[in-house]
């Protein structure tokens, strides 16, 4: 390969006298000089900040140029699909995601079952043991809906009735195992918690109640470390009633989520910054686009993501997104055949995918687990049989193994339910990170997602590390740009 090119370069803003460029602190600018083909594409100047500039300059011309067809393909693997766990019919699953323990162990809730039939908390280990850690009777909580595991290895979640009053509980599980109710809900302050917790970095507890407060149609609340209770805001038909979904905190400490209903009459998606000023971003209606059982998943870029279930108008839901600067889109339209009515949300991997399940669909009507590349393919990983299990309603969890988890609410062996795990493909084509058995701008976008990412740090893809240095840098992103498929251009 040559790359004639370099002399057709100039350093713009040159850097300090003595700085070595190689260091990669720089962060200066970099001219191609208007010769074609480059002038013709409207490049002829661009950044390069804090990497080496000739470096970069090399990746960044060959993923503009489409560097070194390599039109070859491999065959990908299937995923593997497997049941970690059968429930019978009297003790089965709900709409609640799996939660991974520091060890490897899955931890979560069945609804109804145990010693006294108001639910339990349940926990398979590293090796496949699945026992009950905690049965609910109802004084302490009826039909929990979902775990949340604190840095103190303690347990936290909600269960919809019973307490005191049956308006429902907030709980926690230490890790020696000692159960306690943390809040009784009483209707005033919230009414039918179905969603779980969410931990703040100070230690507080986040959550919504469906029901309940100032005008019945539910309330955002928070418990504090020293244990007091507040309410921070009741839901009221016009920015939206009856949340089903949890809160999920940006990283400038404002908190996210959904309404089911309300606003213009189907749905909401809200927001409540720090200082408490909550404001509705999206208001849900028209064919298809109502109705979010499911929460906000933040990507990266500050991106919001979701589904609904377009139930109100006989639709079959969406996948939708809102940028930053507050654009709605709607990513894929479900059409039955690919999955219906998903009532759990995104889960964003580390090659910048979006994975989720669909409730129903598919010719057998089961439903499915679907995926979405960055390039914004949509793809059916797995379609649910009924033995296999059946109508998944909760979402997905990624495993440090990069395995998808979760439950579903009936099938299986015993009819009440499984847990399962789905083993994503693999692919023998060098550069390729998605798995799809091709090298394409999908690999691209996972490379740079990754970018300056470590073993251990959250966003790290091994996929991406091509020479398994154990960072993601300069050298994968070349590596899988020279392996384009023929002709393809990566913006």
């Not at 890790?175 to 039918?192: E, I, K, P, Q, Y």
């Not at 999908?442 to 990754?450: E, G, H, P, Q």
Request: a negative charge.
């Amino acid at each position: 390969m040559k790359f004639a090119f370099v002399k057709d370069v100039s350093v713009v803003t040159a850097p300090p006298p003595n700085y070595a460029v190689s260091t990669g602190d720089w962060n200066g600018s970099i001219a191609l000089k208007p010769t074609k083909p480059w002038a013709a594409r409207g490049l002829s100047r661009f950044k390069i900040p804090q990497l080496s500039a000739w470096l970069r300059l090399f990746a960044a011309v060959s993923l503009l140029a489409g560097v070194v067809a390599l039109p070859a393909q491999a065959a990908v693997t299937a995923p593997v699909y497997s049941v970690l766990h059968n429930l019978d019919g009297n003790d089965s699953f709900t709409k609640v995601e799996v939660t991974i323990g520091s060890d490897g162990s899955l931890y979560g809730t069945t609804p109804y079952g145990g010693t006294d039939r108001y639910g339990t908390i349940w926990k398979i280990n590293p090796a496949g043991a699945f026992s009950v850690l905690h049965h609910f009777n109802v004084t302490n909580g009826d039909y929990p809906t979902g775990v949340t595991l604190g840095s103190d290895g303690s347990l936290y979640g909600t269960a919809a009735g019973g307490g005191t009053t049956d308006h429902g509980t907030l709980w926690k599980m230490n890790s020696a195992g000692a159960f306690s109710v943390l809040h009784n809900f009483d209707g005033t302050n919230g009414d039918t918690p179905y969603a779980g917790v969410t931990l703040g970095s100070d230690g507080s507890l986040y959550g919504t109640t469906t029901n309940g407060g100032t005008y019945d149609r539910g309330t955002l609340w928070k418990l504090h470390p020293a244990g007091a209770f507040s309410v921070l805001h009741h839901f009221g038909r016009t920015n939206g009633e009856n949340p089903y979904a949890g809160v999920t905190l940006g990283s400038d400490g404002s908190l996210y989520g959904t309404t089911s209903w309300g606003g213009i009459g189907y749905g909401t998606v809200w927001k409540m910054n720090p200082a408490g000023a909550f404001s509705v971003l999206h208001y849900f209606g028209g064919t298809n686009d109502e109705n979010p059982y499911a929460g906000v998943t933040i990507g990266s870029d500050g991106s919001l993501y979701g589904t609904t279930t377009g139930i109100e108008f006989g639709g079959n839901g969406t996948i939708w997104k809102i940028d930053p600067a507050g654009a709605f889109s709607v990513l894929h339209d479900f059409d039955y055949t690919d999955g219906a009515y998903s009532y759990a949300g995104v889960t964003i991997g580390s090659d910048g995918s979006l994975y989720g399940t669909a409730s129903q669909g598919d010719p057998d009507g089961y439903g499915t687990i679907w995926k979405i590349n960055p390039a914004g393919d949509f793809s059916v990983l797995h379609r649910f049989d009924d033995t296999n299990g059946s109508y998944p309603m909760d979402g997905i969890t990624i495993g440090s193994d990069g395995s998808l988890y979760g439950t579903t609410v009936s099938g299986g062996s015993g009819g009440g339910g499984v847990v399962y795990r789905l083993t994503l493909p693999t692919s023998t084509v060098p550069g390729d990170i998605s798995g799809d058995g091709k090298v394409d701008c999908a690999d691209i976008k996972a490379a740079k997602l990754s970018f300056g990412k470590r073993q251990g740090q959250a966003g790290f893809n091994a996929n991406a590390d091509t020479n398994n240095d154990n960072v993601i840098n300069i050298r994968d992103l070349v590596f899988v740009s020279r392996r384009l498929s023929s002709g393809l251009i990566c913006s």
